[in-house]
């Protein structure tokens, strides 16, 4: 029997995630709805539609490494609502190939850091000049154990996610004289889609680094998130939220 949900109260408010056609993305979208805000999924994914159709959310085409491409969702979402997005939640991202620096190729570091990191850049700066507008703001960018401690062979994805806690670091700071509260959180490994591009060997060294010897379930990760956007978190900014099962050392 699943265990009974905290009641996280977002009603009235509107929230932006990216990434949110799957992984931890669509089991985030999941509880705020469930929660009372309003949604809209920025996603490439094709199947977004049919994700946000099924949870009367609204889907937005966006690609998080594109400016013109952020500008036209925001814009979109904007004329849906009647306003801009007062939570983002940053799930969008890409694990890439698993081997040594020597080997990496330059083609797919350069992709990972664009999605990953500028990607994470990119939409706080879209939507960020909204919520100072606006007096209000709730941001969780989603980083990585990986980001902490690096992950061999996995140079691009924990560099950029390492990447990711320094701006939300950096961000934090910049935003707390406003509402607008801006944090982090560093998963573990969850068995979503992103571990299709990810070779066994590297999974079974990922399961064998977590004390809790098993893999994060997204409805754990969003339910750390659902209270880090609320309005409940109203001191804490700039920080990093632990789901590493134990793995963490800091």
């Not at 999924?41 to 085409?61: I, K, M």
């Amino acid at each position: 029997m699943a265990p009974a949900r905290n009641r996280i109260d977002l009603t009235g408010r509107r929230a932006v995630v990216t990434g949110g056609a799957q992984g931890i993305g669509l089991a985030v979208m999941d509880r705020l709805v469930a929660s009372g805000a309003a949604v809209a999924s920025w996603d490439v994914n094709p199947a977004n539609e049919d994700a946000c159709a099924a949870r009367g959310t609204l889907a937005v085409a966006a690609d998080v490494s594109s400016e013109g491409s952020l500008a036209d969702a925001l814009a979109a979402t904007e004329a849906e609502w009647g306003t801009g997005p007062d939570i983002l939640v940053n799930s969008a991202g890409i694990a890439g190939p698993n081997m040594p620096v020597a080997d990496y190729p330059v083609d797919d570091w350069r992709r990972i850091v664009e999605v990953n990191l500028t990607g994470t850049f990119l939409v706080n700066r879209c939507v960020v000049p909204g919520m100072v507008a606006r007096g209000y703001g709730r941001i969780c960018n989603i980083a990585s154990v990986a980001g902490k401690e690096g992950n061999p062979n996995a140079s691009a994805y924990s560099a950029s996610k390492a990447g990711v806690i320094g701006l939300t670091k950096s961000l934090g700071k910049e935003l707390a004289g406003h509402d607008v509260a801006v944090n982090c959180v560093t998963p573990a490994a969850a068995r979503t889609p992103i571990f299709d591009q990810m070779s066994e060997d590297h999974t079974a060294y990922m399961l064998s680094k977590i004390p809790r010897e098993r893999f994060l379930e997204v409805d754990e990760a969003a339910a750390m998130i659902a209270w880090i956007v609320s309005a409940e978190n109203a001191f804490t900014t700039g920080a990093v939220f632990d789901l590493s099962g134990g793995r963490a050392t800091y």
